[in-house]
Nanobody, 118 residues
Framework: QVQVVEFGGGLVQAGGSLRLSCAVARSILIISTMSWYRQAPGKQRELVANVTAGGTTNYADSVKGRFTISRDNAKNTMHLQMFSLTPEDTAVYYC????????????WGQGTQVTVSP
């Protein structure tokens, strides 16, 4: 079992910013697609952004231009920098790591709460 640890959530006012971080073992990080998902109350979990092992990024339309995903292989971490937050961004944010190492793997963090007040 691979440990996936998120940190950096919290409460922020609309228009503010937060940075989420996700730590995984380096041997996993460097070969995986790292993703952030979020789940708001009463809604399905949705992909926010991801970054492949090669550095290609992908964003949900709702966060394009406001969020930036990045990976720091040297520090075994992946980040989600969030700007111009709105109450609609309020959700539990989950880190996911997915790839193949001998066989496919797919691990999730425990989630971190992001709350944006009006």
């Amino acid at each position: 079992q691979v440990q996936v640890v998120e940190f950096g959530g919290g409460l922020v006012q609309a228009g503010g910013s937060l940075r989420l971080s996700c730590a995984v073992a380096r041997s996993i990080l460097i070969i995986s697609t790292m993703s952030w998902y979020r789940q708001a109350p009463g809604k399905q979990r949705e992909l926010v952004a991801n970054v492949t092992a090669g550095g290609t990024t992908n964003y949900a339309d709702s966060v394009k231009g406001r969020f930036t995903i990045s990976r720091d292989n040297a520090k075994n971490t992946m980040h989600l920098q969030m700007f111009s937050l709105t109450p609609e961004d309020t959700a539990v944010y989950y880190c996911n790591t997915r790839g193949v190492l001998v066989e496919p793997f797919d691990y999730w963090g425990q989630g971190t709460q992001v709350t944006v007040s009006p």
